[in-house]
């Protein structure tokens, strides 16, 4: 099982962009289809963005589809969320997530995904 390590920006303005990393440990990475949740207070955990394990097939929410892009790169273990356009309502605590369910396409129900990061505070603000 892989521990995985969010990083990146944490205060941004409006209209501004974010990219936040999530470095995991391990061997297996590869194996795992990874993704990214976020979850405001009082707030479902709601799904952003998820990738494949080979990276060839991505999915988003209607929320930040065509102002985000997810990628990985599996030698280094890492994965990737970028989002521009920054908005008030993208500001929420983002978890890296992964799941060997090999469902597709990736699921977008938080319940499903099996290991998860400790979560990194985003503010966006004006």
């Known amino acids: 099982q892989v521990q995985l390590v969010e990083s990146g920006e944490r205060m941004v303005q409006v209209g501004g962009s974010l990219r936040l990393s999530c470095a995991a440990s391990g061997r297996a990475f590869p194996t795992y289809d990874m993704g990214w949740f976020r979850q405001d207070l009082g707030k479902e955990r709601e799904f952003v963005a998820g990738i494949n394990r080979n990276g060839n097939n991505t999915d988003y929410a209607e929320s930040v589809k065509g102002r985000c892009t997810i990628s990985r790169d599996n030698a280094k273990n890492t994965v990737y969320l970028s989002i521009n356009s920054l908005k008030p309502e993208d500001t929420a605590v983002y978890y890296c997530?992964?799941?060997?369910?090999?469902?597709?396409?990736?699921?977008?129900?938080?319940?499903?995904?099996?290991?998860w990061g400790q979560g990194t505070q985003v503010t966006v603000s004006s």
């Open positions: 997530a992964g799941t060997l369910s090999g469902l597709s396409p990736l699921s977008t129900n938080w319940i499903t995904w099996s290991v």
